[in-house]
């Protein structure tokens, strides 16, 4: 069984950092898609970053400059390091996975990934 668990969220200021960790408790599969994306009260979700088993990663546009996706397979840990924090960015952060690149892609149009964490509050005040 799949599981992620995240941590690291909080309160900051604006201009603050903040380093969210994703810990996962097995993977069976050979490839992977995992990463992150937010949801603020009222808002649609909003990808932020993912990396893949070749260690390509991509930003949303809006996180771009400032966030930095990274990952330690030893300890089989996902990172979101986000610094320059901007009210903008308060949601809550859900770390995901899959074994496929739909969750990225269609996450506008309610896609999902096949696993999703339980989420960790990022609060940010100006």
């Known amino acids: 069984q799949v599981q992620l668990v995240e941590s690291g969220g909080g309160s900051v200021q604006s201009g603050g950092s903040l380093k969210l960790s994703c810990t996962v408790s097995?993977?069976?599969?050979?490839?992977?898609?995992m990463g992150w994306y937010r949801q603020a009260p009222g808002q649609e979700r909003e990808r932020v970053a993912y990396i893949d088993a070749g260690g390509s990663t991509a930003y949303g546009d809006s996180v771009k400059g400032r966030f930095t996706i990274s990952q330690d397979n030893a300890k089989k840990t996902l990172y979101l390091q986000m610094n320059q924090l901007k009210a903008e960015d308060t949601a809550m952060y859900y770390c995901?996975?899959?074994?496929?690149?739909?969750?990225?892609?269609?996450?506008?149009?309610?896609?999902?990934?096949?696993?999703r964490g339980q989420g960790t509050q990022v609060t940010v005040s100006s």
């Open positions: 995901v996975a899959d074994t496929t690149y739909s969750w990225w892609l269609l996450l506008h149009q309610g896609a999902v990934a096949r696993f």
């Open positions: 097995e993977w069976p599969y050979n490839t992977y898609v």
